[in-house]
């Protein structure tokens, strides 16, 4: 700015001016300065020396400042050469941001008026600058807009409520992650999210808690507009205002979905073999831990079983790791296929399985499952035209009886299986030798109950039924026997029990109907007289869907009538399946055929099932048919089956009557038929036959 005497000569008035007014601007929260023509501050407040670095003590009439000094020389330019010239020559006055610097050489920025002040010619005397410190605004600003970029591009999705928790806001990833745009939300409450995973008391201790400590977070199962559910980890915070009342609730989310599926990859990469997706030895452990904590005891036990492929070196040095590998991924999908769902098959390394079987309870059971894991190792891989066999070799060892931790189980289990290839391969062992000689008894004589099956190498005997005063044959029980071409004769008691365990049943009794129906027919045609027979039927073959047409099949195919078959069921076999087998029951009587209850008694079980049941007769079991005449409690027990029958309007007929002394109780306590060594042993078919000839 340009200067003259005159304006010169009066600066001292105007420091003594400006100092008697100082007082009040002082006080002022913005800088304002006063500067002469010459760009010289004649006065500078409080505000603006604290901003600009000015010492309170400094007198700027003997130190003096100028305006140079507060800026940089750009900025100096911009006022130098148009804003104080246009001051002078229209003293108007002048507004914009520009930045200022303190003492220091510190830059601030600031909102700055200039205002020209005029003397009494009308000429401008100094001027005056108001200056706004802007560094608090301009950080408010950017924190503001750091916020919203935080907002609108977090991958965290956010929703802000009021006090009532009606949504006023929500950020990109809210939608990207709901599906709901920002118009289907606004002024609605977060309800529409519930995914009604939760009940009442989740939600009520969640805003307890909010209430409580101004906040919440947690997971959480919402559901998205599509429908489908997800998990998310929500965090809610109360924003309070100075009377410490919320006015709004911000909540942050974020979608557990793909990190659930990330650690589920992890754990699985961690837990399972990449050539079979089998568990692996890090499975295997585990599953025999968690086995151990489950407690199985005296009645149920754990199997810890370990399978070795045999020859896999010779293929792998012969035919390559590729074909090694192929083989290995066949063999283990050939060993899922034959266990069940709860227990873990896993690859233990090479050509090694683990098998953890769970709550085992026959040893037959067990014996068998490795039995059939054996031949199905044994059966030829095809692999790229070439035909390869294995030599597998199983060990067993059974928790608690070998051992009661991980690492003695394993141990068992190798020595096992050291044993079952020091025998040549191709076998099983269970640890304890005796268990092993044991199972593979058992094992041989089911192979061989199998071959007799299918050979036809079973036979039938028949034991007439009685009426007790005449002792006139009126029907006959079948009842299958074996003769083991090394044993000899096998009980039906040891062989019955196997063919329910290894599923055999089925065909035995398939053998017995369709043999039963041949002989009669066979009979029929020899002019004979056919006498209704019974046959005892196993639960487990109830069981079999479309039982009912398969009995009916060989009686169709001979041309017999279906009401000559009285099928006999053991009172402890419906025990077990009550509610199947009486279904399966009353299919058999829509068919034609008669039910009788065997072993009437042994039960223990409560008689409100009789009347439900479709039966024919009831047989009185022969252990009270022996002891009634000794015992007074067996007699009595006679006395009320026989009443019971006759209330019921069932046949009645007594087992094992072996003297004349129990002959005569059972008519004196009205039972009229019955069947036992007194009047006929179980007859071949040579001496039935003969004995119908002769008119029985």
Known sequence: MNTDNDQLSRTPQRFQLLEQQGHILDAANEMISTVSLDERLLFLNQAGRQMLGVSPERDLALEPLYVADFHSPQVYALLREHVFPSLLKDSTCWKGDIEFRDLNYRPIPVHLTVISHLDSDGKVAWITGLAKDLREQNALEIQQRLAKRVFDNTIEGIFVTDASARIFQ??????????????????????????????????????????????????????RKDGSVYLQWLSINCLKNSRDETEYYVAVFHDLSELRAREAEIDYLVNHDPLTGLGNRSQFRDRIEQGIRSGFGSHTKMAVVKIDLGEIQLINDSLGHACSDRLIKQAGSRLKELISRRDSLVRLGADEFGLV???????????????????????????????????????????????DNVEDLLRCARTALQEAKAAGRNTFCFYNQDMSHQARDRLVLEQALREAVLGNALSLNFQPKVLLETGEVFAVEV???????VLGFISPAVFIPIAERSGLIAELGNWVMQETCRQLAIMKCSGLKILPVAINLSVYELERPGFARHLMDPVKK???????FEFEVTETGLMSREEAVIDALKQLRDAGFNVALDDFGTGYSSLSYLRKLPLSSLKIDRAFVTDMTKDKVAASIVRTVIALAESLELEVIAEGVETAEQQVMLLSLGCRKAQGFFFY????????????TEGC
């Not at 001979?558 to 000559?564: E, K, M, V, Y």
């Not at 042993?681 to 119908?692: G, Q, V, Y």
């Open 170 to 223: 929500v950020n990109p990833a809210f939608t990207e992650i709901t599906g709901y745009s920002p118009e289907e939300v606004l002024g609605k409450t977060p309800r529409l999210l519930r995914s009604n995973h939760h009940d009442a008391a989740f939600y009520e201790k969640l805003w307890s808690e909010v209430a409580l400590n101004g906040s919440w977070q947690g997971e959480i199962w919402n559901r």
């Open 357 to 403: 079987v769970a709550d085992v309870r026959q040893m037959l059971d067990i014996s068998q499952m490795a039995f059939d894991l054996k031949l199905q190792l044994q059966a030829p891989f095809i692999l790229g035209g070439e035909t390869l066999y294995m030599n597998p070799s199983i060990g067993i060892s059974f928790y608690p009886d070998d051992a």
């Open 479 to 485: 009842l299958v026997r074996w003769r083991h071409p």
């Open 558 to 564: 001979f041309g017999l009538d279906p009401s000559l």
């Open 681 to 692: 042993k179980p007859l071949n078919l040579d001496d039935f036959r003969a004995l119908l």
